[in-house]
């Protein structure tokens, strides 16, 4: 059976989370159809909290009992992440009780889950055989740096060995880019040793194992 999930995430270029979603629960031999609700369609553009987007998301889904299953991205920014497992929990209880759920909370933001592949970066940045250093944490560091996204932005463009106009462009890119570095994140590769990431990937495996 085919599972149906609904994936909440908190801007346009993290929607690449999807294809991963889908290949988690392929190695564990489930199917998945994951919907993205674009709540920008809404006459009425819902707050950012989790509870507002699950509300806006089940107006989209006509009463939102279509789903087996909510995946639901939140950053922690300077939030404990066991705060915003909670907050999850507390706004699906909220709006669609006893639906299975599961929260996905980089530490900080997701941009931390982008720093650790050297040759994805160099390739976004048009660049693919590039030397010059990035000067990115190892992946013990990456979850304690205090603006990751900042730092993606910066590592591309050190990477792309752009300058003037040529780094303007770039940088006019980057929520594409980004887009392109979550869709092209190694699943078994150096983010494995980040625990927000295992965490996800955990519970996800979870729920589906579970019978959702």
């Known amino acids: 059976?085919?599972?149906?999930?609904?994936?909440?995430?908190?801007?346009?270029?993290?929607?690449?989370?999807?294809?991963?979603?889908?290949?988690?629960?392929?190695?564990?031999?489930?199917?998945v159809h994951v919907t993205v609700p674009d709540l920008n369609r809404l006459p009425n553009k819902p707050g950012h909290s989790v509870e507002d987007k699950l509300r806006a998301a089940q107006q989209l889904s006509d009463g939102g009992h279509e789903y087996d299953l909510v995946v639901i991205h939140r950053d922690s920014d300077r939030e404990p992440p066991d705060r915003r497992r909670s907050e999850i929990a507390e706004a699906v209880a909220a709006v669609s009780p006893g639906l299975a759920h599961v929260p996905v909370i980089p530490v900080r933001m997701l941009e931390a889950w982008l720093l650790l592949d050297h040759a994805a970066i160099r390739e976004v940045a048009g660049n693919p055989?590039?030397?010059?250093?990035?000067?990115?944490?190892?992946?013990?560091?990456?979850?304690?740096?205090?603006?990751?996204?900042?730092?993606?932005?910066?590592?591309?463009?050190?990477?792309?060995?752009?300058?003037?106009?040529?780094?303007?462009?770039?940088?006019?890119r980057f929520s594409a880019n980004r887009a392109r570095l979550l869709q092209m994140l190694d699943r078994e590769g150096p983010v494995t040793q980040l625990a927000s990431w295992r965490s996800f990937t955990d519970d996800l495996r979870k729920v589906l194992g579970n019978g959702h």
């Open 129 to 172: 055989n590039g030397k010059v250093a990035l000067k990115l944490p190892k992946p013990g560091r990456a979850e304690s740096v205090a603006d990751p996204k900042a730092l993606l932005k910066q590592a591309i463009a050190t990477a792309s060995e752009e300058r003037g106009r040529g780094l303007q462009k770039l940088q006019t």
């Open 1 to 31: 059976m085919t599972v149906r999930a609904l994936y909440l995430c908190e801007g346009s270029s993290d929607t690449g989370l999807r294809l991963h979603i889908e290949t988690i629960a392929a190695d564990v031999g489930r199917e």
